[in-house]
Nanobody, 122 residues
Framework: VQLQASGGGLVQAGGSLRLSCAGSGRTFDNYAMGWSRQAPGKEREFVAVIKRRGGSTYYADSVKGRFTVSRDLAKNMVYLQMDSLKPEDTAVYYC????????????????WGQGTQVTVSS
């Protein structure tokens, strides 16, 4: 069972990126899925989460209104659309999955994907 993230890269401030995360080895219908990030020298922090079976979403205040989390249950995928990017969004982004949504919010999920680097230049 694993999560595989992709889509990171280098973008100028104000630009957009879309991260993808593919789940494999099981179905994730009963799992909340989401994203966290870790900037150099800082602790990993919650970014966004979507409830199992889709529906409700929750965001960190720092990204609210700029980032959108979504999922495709049929494809076992979760996405993070990032718009109006700022230099302070620079970090390694990790996808996460857990049957309990709160575990993703407090950054202790059952399953982590490998990170994908996002760099926003000023």
């Amino acid at each position: 069972v694993q999560l595989q993230a992709s889509g990171g890269g280098l973008v100028q401030a104000g630009g957009s990126l879309r991260l993808s995360c593919a789940g494999s080895g099981r179905t994730f219908d009963n799992y909340a899925m989401g994203w966290s990030r870790q900037a150099p020298g800082k602790e990993r922090e919650f970014v966004a989460v979507i409830k199992r079976r889709g529906g409700s979403t929750y965001y960190a205040d720092s990204v609210k209104g700029r980032f959108t989390v979504s999922r495709d249950l049929a494809k076992n995928m979760v996405y993070l659309q990032m718009d109006s990017l700022k230099p302070e969004d620079t970090a390694v982004y990790y996808c996460a999955a857990d049957p309990v949504l709160h575990k993703i919010v407090v950054v202790t999920p059952e399953l982590w994907g490998q990170g994908t680097q996002v760099t926003v230049s000023s």
